[in-house]
């Protein structure tokens, strides 16, 4: 879709336990977005392709909804403002698994207002920051609370937290690809903090 403020999917009022799986989505206008969940529990998002180009054009935008599994996503968002994924007044979710690209002024991978989601083995690519916590006194899981054998998103073989990657010229660090991993187990040696109660324990190195 072209047009202003509208959503490739759009969810909303107590429509609960639904699957949106495998859908090619691309927006293009102002504030068009790829998925928007609006008080909608309990639904699981996995394996969408979802590309937006507009200011404000934000992936996945999550809306006072909870419990929401996000899975096997490719999100890319080009537009100033954009973020890859937004969880705005929503806790209990968890994302693992996606492959998040933005490369718009102030476009994060991530944006997070509230509390107790868990946001693992995901790679983010952006020039902004990976990582925006709105509140600091809201706590979330940015990594496993162990480092735990299995292949990650990268091709380790241990799982922890996130791959945190910039491919652009300029921006945020890419961590993943600067950390020190003395034991070469895939694992950064120092984690990474986005915010008080807000840390990735255990990056994933390359």
Known sequence: ???????????SGTTNLNNITSNFILTGGSGAGGIHFATANSNRILGNNISTTGVLGHGIFINASNFINFTANNITTSGNESFGIFLQKSNSSNITGNFVTTTGNLSFAVQVDNANNSIYNNVFNTTARHVNITNSANVNNFSLSTITAGTNIVGGASLGGNFYDNSTVGGQAAYSLTCADAEGDGICDTSLTHATNNVDFYPLAK
């Open 1 to 11: 879709t072209s047009n202003t403020d509208s959503y490739g999917i759009f969810v």
